[in-house]
């Protein structure tokens, strides 16, 4: 009897011990999913900086209305 007792505890205490591990397991997946979704915005930070991919996502524009543009729209909007 007392050997049918120390064998089931045993396998209880085995269930348990896979269970924890499998809790921890989880987790470090888990951090590391965060910590590599973080690394990868940093490089991309990094990325975006240099020079000639900024030249390509953003080139080189002129910025508002020119100044005819402006002219017309004080005549017509009758500011001057």
Request: hydrophobic residues 35%; proline residues 2%.
């Amino acid at each position: 009897m007392l050997r049918t007792f120390l064998h089931d505890w045993t396998l209880l205490r085995r269930g348990d011990h896979s269970a924890a591990r499998l809790q921890l397991d989880r987790e470090e997946l888990e951090w590391q999913r965060t910590n590599g979704k973080a690394q990868k915005e940093k490089e991309f930070r990094e990325w975006i900086k240099r020079p000639e991919i900024l030249r390509e996502l953003f080139p080189e524009r002129t910025g508002g209305f020119s100044k005819e543009t402006i002219e017309k729209i004080e005549r017509e909007l009758q500011l001057l």
